[in-house]
T-cell receptor, first 111, second 112 residues
């Protein structure tokens, strides 16, 4: 049983560009959350998707948007990239239990 | 959301028991205490969760006093592979539905 998978592993973008990150949840999970982790900091909650709707949102600007598909996979989109968006982006999935399972993350570098 | 306070870093020798204490003075009645472990460039991994008294699983124990204003994660006989950042989180348990609020965590270094 595959756990949470994310793609791509690494990504380099230029300021002002747009990026899309992808996440496939663990089998049997229907909820996907996205987190941003800057170097040396703990992960910060971006938003959560359930039943293809955004259910909760953290303190992130509208440049950050997402989507959940009928198969529960999810995308994170970031527009007008800033240097400060450079971080490890983590996807976590959960189901009927309380535990959130994290993927390995996508390392985004904005130059 | 309840704020947590934990030591920035800790060192321990291999084979010793490590106790990491987390303070959460404003914990709410419905809140659970959860600990995650994170290795560099990997996603956090769930270790243990509890509400009160003591919880034990195959990797750790969690001690929670009656007032629930603090908790202690206990790692028995640590090895070099336990070197990681450990996060204490407090939140409503709710079927995976709550957002996880991470602090800076405790960086544990295990020394040979």
């Amino acid at each position: 049983d595959a756990g949470v998978t994310q793609s791509p592993t690494h990504l380099i973008k230029t300021r002002g560009q747009q990026v899309t990150l992808r996440c496939s949840p663990k089998s049997g999970h229907d909820t996907v959350s996205w987190y941003q982790q800057a170097l040396g900091q703990g992960p910060q909650f971006i938003f959560q998707y359930y039943e293809e709707e955004e259910r909760q949102r953290g303190n992130f600007p509208d440049r950050f948007s997402g989507h959940q598909f009928p198969n529960y996979s999810s995308e994170l989109n970031v527009n007008a990239l800033l240097l400060g968006d450079s971080a490890l982006y983590l996807c976590a999935s959960s189901g009927v239990t309380y535990e959130q399972y994290f993927g390995p993350g996508t390392r985004l570098t904005v130059t | 959301l309840a704020k947590t306070t934990q030591p920035i870093s800790m060192d321990s020798y291999e084979g010793q028991e490590v106790n990491i204490t987390c303070s959460h003075n404003n914990i709410a009645t419905n809140d659970y205490i959860t600990w995650y472990q994170q290795f560099p460039s990997q996603g956090p991994r769930f270790i243990i969760q509890g509400y009160k008294t003591k919880v034990t699983n195959e990797v750790a124990s969690l001690f929670i006093p009656a007032d629930r204003k603090s908790s202690t994660l206990s790692l028995p006989r640590v090895s070099l592979s336990d070197t990681a950042v450990y996060y204490c989180l407090v939140g409503d348990r709710g079927a995976g539905s709550y957002q996880l609020t991470f602090g800076k965590g405790t960086k544990l270094s295990v020394i040979p």
